[in-house]
């Protein structure tokens, strides 16, 4: 199955598929131990005191997103 990014209302960024063919670090390169996980839920909103990882503190910040793709001009 592929990797699949979705953007929550308001919410994290849901990573779902075969993430055994995701590699996720940090800025130094240490990887993120996601193994035998089905989905991940990433933070957006910048407030989660588990970053990279949604610790639901978007909903208590009444963090506001856009969702929708923008299409290109021209």
């Known amino acids: ?5 979705t953007a929550k209302k308001n919410g994290p960024y849901i990573v779902s598929g075969d993430l055994s063919q995701l ?5 130094e390169g ?3 131990d996601i193994a035998g996980k089905q989905a991940i839920a ?3 909103c910048g407030g989660s005191v588990n970053k990279p990882f949604c610790d ?7 963090f506001q997103a856009a969702e929708a ?6």
């Open 1 to 5: 199955m592929p990797i699949n990014v």
């Open 56 to 62: 639901g503190t978007h909903s208590k910040l009444g």
């Open 23 to 27: 590699a996720l670090t940090d800025p």
């Open 42 to 44: 990433l933070c957006r």
């Open 69 to 74: 793709a923008v299409k290109q001009q021209g």
């Open 30 to 32: 240490n990887k993120y």
